[in-house]
């Protein structure tokens, strides 16, 4: 019954599709179609459901609006909390931990629980939670929702398990760390201050602990009132009431006076001897004014005041400085005895944490190095020396330096070219950090088995590109590359990239990286494609452009008599290779009219310049301003080191470089390509049919159905490869001269429907996407109209069709070919396939100084919609790799004895060189649906529709567990996995909702079952799709926690423990416990039990040391229990007795008395 219902289930997601010359092949998903083969495939597929699991693996990157810091000083970890819920646990390198809140609410404070294994949240939502930090992957082990009162601040003595809790409306409540508890004990405001004050002292910003008694607490309220509460008593000590607002309280480690820090930026020093009046107030960034006032201040947002037994005790404080100095940069000041030390930051200062050598408050602190987290930033300054310079960052949080555009990932890449990336980046490294080691070196991390070299690359707004070791799920820097230091600088308000682009003209959208061959290619956002070759030496180079007309020719002209009659063609592109032509950039290139024609966007310097090792720029390809126009950006690029081509496309047409001899081989548009093999019958129209033209030279838009249309289309050809501005009527010409329709009539300038010719080169990280959400039937056609038009028999002459990908490989162009050649697979926004052969010389000699030839076969092949990805299997299902050229230093010293040569790596069709004339598979998938065609018949074998109400996304050809599937990220935020050849469902899983457009332009796939995305402006997020690597995971990820003896306190003398009161004495449980302090109302918060506990232990439970562990953890929850167990028998033995106390002395009372006495 259940493979019935599969059979039906796959009957009535079928769809008819077709090729051109070979039988269409309407088959159901997955299943092979009933067109004859030449031959059997017989391909033993090994991969299965059970082979794939999706998980989040590790979060790189600096935490996206932080929040909150807090330091372990035992453990030595550091915690981050930010304002999407997340927190960040780092420690040592390796040692990097992402958890995430499930409401999402802001995380407000953060509370370790000193060398316990334990970490509090205070949240927005006013939860607090308590996480379990003695696993690999922490969880939440308690939560307690306050209901009536916000929470706005948090204290956790060291070494007590009660935590206070101060709230808005000025109560301090007081929480049970074990049990996360509330304490009938509280703290209420009308009772913390004077009965005769008149106003409310506003909300609780400050609890702590005296240093000098553990019993009392001192209280800060906004407004300025401070409380020392005697716990035991339930009674105030002293109240302050100071006139300015109170930001922070930090005390001296005798507790005998405090410091407070004040909205008017100045600082107050108060002696517990006398609490009328401050003993020392003081404006550090105040002057005098000449009519001797003092200058206004912004506030002091927090101060720390820690002792050394060396030297002079540290103040620190952000804010405080004058409000007159407009500009000046966020301030952290350092006040040490006379000196005073201002720090300036890059960004906002959101918290910083002075630490300390012991985690006692009552003992000389010893700070040695200030955490400040900024919002884009985390600094760690090292106090120990004078000049107080910075530590070097282990880690990874400069990928925002610049808004990352685009990312690239790549597993198992060759193990020499890490190394090789590193020693030259190292030598670009800043000097003057701190030559101590990073202070934040908790937990452990070892090297797992299950590792292998992996390589992203992240592009950005400022043409940069960062290579970054992500090997072993770390991320470390290797290697920077500037794109823009190609171009000259240019001039504020000059070029054509000012006009175009007002900022971040070098912003990069893609690039293309063969690590075999060392070459490098990126796209930028000013149309324009530099190619780079890596050289362990310097040189001397100039840097050779090519500039390429690819462009549609806008009718000009548009006479009144002849529109409605005359349609408008323009000559056809021939279909042999074009001569390059160089076209001169200067910027009096201009039609009589004065409209741009034949310019660049930016200028190549033309000059020889110094390159230093590491990737070094060969060539430069730019596109061309036409008639007014400028130049599409580019959404297609492939290069391929054995062919020494480079190939790649917009939405008017494609073009093929021969990066050996710097020539333009091909530039032709999509229609061209087709030549008599168009499957279409392109449809004249009126011109007029949806314009509105107005006297003078006018804009021509759409009608709005047109334009929402356009809104609604997938973004895969129109938004996330690369900008197209509107159809025009004219088929492309490969830079052929535009025939004028006639002399008289308006001129017309044909654009987009009111979209500018570029947009601002925005970052990945910053745009947002607006998906079709289709709930009636007329809005569902209308949403996904472009992706269906290439199943209809006819489409308007006014559809553009941008070519989308493309992919060199040894193929068959046509179906009589007997052996594969070197080809170029082209797909359109249309869902429509080309193949293009090519003859390239085999002799170095002859390759460099004889033409490739190359032209459309006219093969061509059809799926539904934006054709996204090929690849190529042999006939037993193995991945075909495209041929490569090992890498050779050009620079390198010439050797007479070893002249060299190119040395190329081909790999056969098929996997015994006899069968190698049998054909291949080629894999195409689409942003609806995936083929397999049988090469060279043509023939479809397989066929699957993805997805029917959403779109593909990303779709990639990747190996996993020995194998090879499809794997398709879908903008519904299904992530999938399908069997090749025969295309089976193996894993479709609900996992990230699409809600902008930086993780359509940034999620990538790679072998190995690995992917990422931007998850935000500031943080990569990495996942894995393969069963085996979460299994893996755990010995992968680093520990938190290690065993490690608290530091034992100092022993404080007699005559200090006789005159320093009896702060040792005091037992919280006494007073906080439910027998004395009763029960906590119900309404006030809810306790909510986490999932924490049983799961992280079945998580923690791998291998021996896990069993272990596991045992020991059962035993003492076991214990625990036995123990509250024992508790709750001992209290209700008590009750009874003293029920049956009571109960007697009743009976006595009463049994002597008469009826009547009662």
């Given amino acids: 019954m259940k493979k019935f219902r599969k059979v039906l289930d796959g009957l009535t997601t079928s769809s008819p599709g077709g090729t051109i010359g070979s039988p269409s092949c309407g088959s159901a998903a997955g299943t092979p179609t009933a067109a004859p083969t030449p031959r059997e495939i017989d391909v033993q597929e090994t991969l299965v459901s059970e082979n794939f699991q999706l998980c989040k693996t590790v979060r790189h990157g600096f935490p996206y609006q932080p929040t909150a810091l807090a330091f372990d000083p035992v453990q030595k970890i550091l915690a981050i909390g930010s304002r999407s819920g997340g927190v960040r646990i780092l420690g040592r390198p390796g040692v990097d931990c992402y958890c995430q809140h499930e409401s999402g609410a802001a995380v407000l404070q953060l509370q370790f629980l000193i060398n316990e294994g334990a970490l509090v949240t205070a949240c927005a939502d006013d939860t607090l939670h308590l996480w379990n930090l003695r696993q690999r992957r922490p969880a939440v082990l308690h939560s307690l929702k306050f209901n009536r009162e916000r929470i706005t601040f948090c204290h956790l003595p060291f070494q007590s398990k009660w935590l206070y809790v101060g709230t808005e409306r000025g109560n301090t409540h007081i929480v049970n760390i074990e049990s996360f508890i509330l304490s009938g004990y509280v703290i209420m405001w009308n009772k913390a201050i004077e009965l005769s004050t008149k106003t409310h002292p506003g909300p609780v910003v400050h609890l702590s602990d005296s240093p000098k008694d553990e019993g009392k607490l001192l ?5 300025g009132t401070i409380v020392q509460w005697d716990l035991r008593a339930k009674k105030a000590d002293f109240r302050i009431y100071y006139d300015e607002a109170i930001h922070s309280v930090s005390w001296h480690h005798e507790g005998k006076q405090f410091m407070c820090s004040h909205s008017d930026g100045s600082l107050t020093l108060w002696n517990l001897r006398n609490t009328t009046r401050p003993f020392q107030v003081t404006f550090p960034h105040g002057k005098i004014q000449k009519d001797g006032r003092k200058e206004s201040c912004k506030p002091i947002l927090k101060v720390e005041y820690k002792t050394s037994r060396s030297s002079e005790p540290f103040v620190i404080f952000s804010g405080g400085l004058s409000y007159d100095k407009a500009g000046r940069r966020p301030t952290l000041t350092i006040m040490h005895g006379k000196a005073i030390t201002v720090l300036e930051m890059d960004y906002p200062i959101v918290e910083f944490m002075v630490l300390c050598e012991t985690p006692y408050n009552n003992e000389v602190q010893e700070p040695y190095a200030v955490v400040v987290l900024l919002e884009k930033d985390l600094i760690v300054v090292d106090l120990t020396q004078s000049n107080f310079p910075v530590f070097e960052n282990p880690y990874p949080m400069d990928i925002h330096e610049s808004p990352v555009t685009c990312t690239a990932y790549f597993a198992d890449c060759p193990p020499d070219i890490i190394p090789i990336l590193y020693s030259i980046g190292a030598k670009h490294k800043k000097t003057g950090y701190s030559q101590k080691e990073w202070p934040i070196s908790g937990g452990t991390w070892t090297l797992g088995s299950h590792t292998y070299p992996e390589i992203i690359i992240t592009g950005h707004a400022d043409g940069s590109i960062k290579f970054w070791d992500a090997s072993a799920i770390t991320l470390q820097m290797l290697y920077k590359l500037k794109t823009s230091k190609v171009f000259e600088k240019p001039k504020p308000g000059e070029g054509r990239a000012a006009e175009l682009v007002e900022e971040d003209p070098f912003a990069v959208q893609m690039v293309s990286w063969c690590p075999q061959s060392r070459i490098f290619c990126v796209v930028g956002i000013s149309a324009h494609i530099i190619l780079y070759r890596f050289s362990k030496y310097d040189a001397n180079t100039q840097i050779v452009s090519l500039e390429v007309r690819l462009q549609c020719e806008s009718e000009d002209v548009i006479s009144p008599s002849e529109n409605e009659n005359n349609p408008c063609f323009s000559e056809q592109g021939s279909h042999s290779p074009q001569p390059h032509h160089q076209h001169p950039a200067s910027p009096g290139n201009r039609t009589p009219e004065g409209i741009k024609d034949s310019i660049p966007c930016l200028k190549v310097k033309d000059r020889v310049v110094r390159v230093p090792p590491g990737y070094q720029s060969e060539l430069v390809i730019q596109l061309l301003w036409v008639d007014g126009e400028p130049p599409q950006q ?64 006018t804009e021509l838009t759409d009608n709005q159905q047109s334009i929402d249309m356009e809104r609604s289309k997938s973004p895969t050809s129109d938004h996330v490869n690369g900008h197209c501005t509107s159809p025009t009527s004219q088929p492309c010409s490969a830079g052929k001269p535009r025939i004028p329709m006639g002399p008289e009539g308006p001129r017309l300038t044909r654009r987009g429907p009111g979209r500018p010719p570029f947009r601002k080169a925005q970052s990945a990280a910053c745009m947002e996407i607006s998906l079709p959400v289709s709930h009636t039937e007329e809005s569902r056609e209308n949403s996904f109209s472009r992706s269906r038009s290439s199943s209809v028999s006819s489409i308007d002459r006014d559809t553009k069709e941008a070519v989308t990908t493309l992919q060199f490989g040894e193929s068959y162009g046509r179906k009589s070919d007997a052996l594969p050649t070197p080809c170029l697979w082209v797909g359109t926004s249309l869902g429509v396939v080309l193949l293009i052969p090519m003859s390239i010389p085999t002799d170095q000699e002859e390759r460099m100084e004889e033409p490739v030839t190359i032209g459309p076969s006219g093969a061509v092949l059809m799926l539904k919609s934006s054709v996204l990805r090929f690849a190529f299997l042999d006939l037993v299902g193995a991945l075909i790799q495209s041929p490569y050229e090992v890498w050779r230093d050009l620079n390198a010293p010439e050797d007479p004895d070893r002249p060299r040569r190119r040395k190329l790596v081909h790999f056969s069709p098929s996997s015994s060189q006899d069968a190698c004339g049998d054909g291949h598979l080629a894999v195409v998938c689409s942003e609806r649906q995936a083929k397999v065609f049988l090469m060279p018949s043509q023939s479809c074998l397989f066929v699957h529709n993805i997805t029917e109400s959403s779109f593909v996304l990303r779709a990639d050809v990747v190996s996993v567990c020995n194998s090879v599937c499809l794997a398709c990220f879908c903008a519904n935020g299904h992530v999938m996995t399908l069997s090749l050849p025969s295309l089976r469902p193996l894993m479709d899983v609900n996992y990230l909702p699409l809600t902008d457009m930086r993780i359509a332009r940034t999620f990538c796939f790679t072998n190995g079952g690995q992917a990422l995305y931007l998850s935000s402006p500031t943080e990569i997020q990495r996942i894995t799709y393969s069963q085996e690597m979460c299994d893996n995971l755990q010995e992968m990820l680093g520990e938190l926690f290690t065993p490690i003896e608290t530091p034992e306190a100092q022993n404080r003398g007699f005559l200090k423990g006789f005159f320093g009161g009896n702060a040792h004495t005091f037992d919280r449980e006494e007073l906080f416990g439910e027998a004395a302090a009763g029960k906590a109302s119900r309404s006030l918060a809810q306790h909510i039990p986490g999932q924490g506990g049983v799961e992280g232990m079945k998580v923690a439970a791998s291998g021996a040391v896990g069993e272990l562990a596991r045992a020991r953890i059962a035993l003492d929850e076991r214990g625990q229990r036995l123990g509250e167990l024992e508790e709750r028998t001992a209290l209700m033995m008590t009750s009874a007795e003293t029920f049956s106390k009571h109960a007697h002395e009743l009976m006595l009372k009463c049994k002597d008395k008469k009826w009547y006495q009662f």
């Fill in 634 to 697: 580019i959404t297609s690029l492939d290069i391929n080191s054995a062919y020494g081509l480079l190939a790649f496309g917009n939405c008017n047409g494609v073009a093929v470089v021969d990066y050996l001899q710097k020539t333009i081989l091909l530039c032709m548009s999509t229609l061209d390509l087709y030549g008599a093999a168009d499957p279409y019958q392109r449809l004249t129209r009126s011109p007029r049919r949806n314009r509105q033209s107005t006297s003078g030279l």
């Fill in 219 to 223: 209280i800060g309220f906004e407004s």
